[in-house]
């Protein structure tokens, strides 16, 4: 066996640290990167890149690539690679994962990261070998992998490790994903492919149906976040939004209230609350005594609703409390997740 330096950890100079560690959550609508060593989220940009429709090649990533979304020429794409929760194109996904790696890191770095990945906890076993691959090639050292839902429990906070039940629910943008986690691993899961995003589409279908105003993803995203609720509000809420009306074909403004985007929404709600509903019934007794005492924790930003855990309360019975940090919970808990490797069971790994 090769000996080790005995130097190796020991050495630091100011501002220069040996070991690089990194939390990645590939969300379906935003890609948050934790470094662990400056103890700080230094990453916050949309899951968009830009392609050139013919050649392929990758345009722009992030930000960049989302204010092109919608009104790209028609030779560039501005493309989702990671849609639902799931891994939609492969390509374009290892190109984002590598330029958000190298934004990091840098072009020329001595020092090569250890990357936690979080992805949701139906993708495929190919899709994992993919995220890893597209990890190391990037330049990591070693890749991990662990589920949205165990990162999401460890960034809000929970001992994941400790013998007793914990139920998290993360609704993402594209997923939702439920879990029931005791001693490390996941005990009964669920995955569905309603969130945050749902709404939108929801909200955008209810006032062309009702309005005949065509609205775009940005504005219904704009409604479900001032107005929306997920229990009827005592005093309803209103704003005024600008569309296209489908039997003029022209600007028109409209007054929305939020009893109507509560109308528009309700089928997704409900999808979710029976989801969870679905894993507690499949949950150990010992195991749903401890939910009892302890609730229920909602993380990711589709939770953000205004009293989406109210709601939640009320058909479980149960307590529910949304994360402090809830669109940050999952890359924080993947930051963690790097310290207890020893006490997550099945961890997906990759090394160069
Ligand atoms: N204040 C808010 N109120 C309601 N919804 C919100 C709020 N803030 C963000 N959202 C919604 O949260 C969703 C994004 O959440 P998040 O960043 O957790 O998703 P993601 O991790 O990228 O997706 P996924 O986990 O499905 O891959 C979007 O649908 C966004 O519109
Ligand atoms: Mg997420």
């Known amino acids: 066996m090769k000996k080790k330096s005995k130097f190796k950890f ?3 100079f100011p501002g220069f640290k040996f070991q690089k560690s990194i939390g990645i959550d590939l969300g379906t609508a935003n890609t948050l990167v934790y470094d662990k060593q400056k103890e700080k989220i230094v990453l916050n940009e949309p899951s968009v890149v830009a392609v050139d429709r013919e050649t392929k090649k990758v345009l722009a990533v992030g930000k960049e690539a989302k204010d092109m979304l919608g009104k790209t020429p028609d030779h560039i794409m501005a ?4 849609r639902e929760g799931v891994i939609a194109d492969y390509d374009i996904t290892e190109a984002m994962i590598k330029y958000f790696i190298k934004k990091v890191f840098g072009k020329f770095n001595m020092i090569l990261p250890e990357v936690m990945i979080c992805v949701p906890i139906e993708v495929t076993g190919v899709e994992k070998r993919a ?8 330049g990591a050292k070693r890749a991990y992998l662990i589920e949205e839902a165990r990162a999401a429990a460890l960034g809000a906070g929970i001992d994941i490790s400790a013998p007793e039940g914990n139920m998290i629910v993360d609704i993402g943008g594209g997923s939702t994903d439920i879990a029931v986690i005791s001693l490390g691993g996941t005990i009964v899961s669920k995955s569905i ?3 945050g995003n749902n709404f939108d589409e929801d909200i955008i279908k209810y006032i062309k149906r009702r309005h005949n105003l065509l609205i775009g993803e940005k504005t219904a995203e704009e409604i479900k976040i001032k107005i929306g609720t997920a229990i009827p509000l005592e005093e309803d809420e209103t704003m005024i939004i600008k569309g296209r009306d489908l039997m003029t074909g022209l ?6 209230s939020s009893s109507e985007v509560l109308d528009a929404i309700k089928d997704s709600l409900d999808a979710i609350v029976t989801s ?3 894993v507690l019934e499949k949950t150990p007794p010992e195991l ?6 302890k609730g229920i924790v909602m993380a990711g930003g589709g939770s ?11 058909n479980t019975l149960l307590n529910v409390v949304l994360a402090e940090n809830a669109l940050e919970s999952v890359v924080l808990g993947a930051g963690l997740a790097l310290d207890k490797l020893d006490v997550l069971r099945k961890i997906e790994k990759a090394e160069r």
């Open 304 to 314: 953000m609703i205004r009293n989406f855990p109210e709601l939640l309360a009320k």
């Open 79 to 82: 493309v989702r690679p990671l």
């Open 288 to 293: 749903s005594a401890d939910i009892v005492d």
């Open 276 to 278: 969870v509903k679905q």
């Open 193 to 195: 492919r309603i969130a």
């Open 10 to 12: 020991n050495i630091s």
């Open 251 to 256: 600007p028109k403004p409209l007054e929305i």
């Open 131 to 138: 995220v890893l691959e597209a990890a190391i090639s990037a």
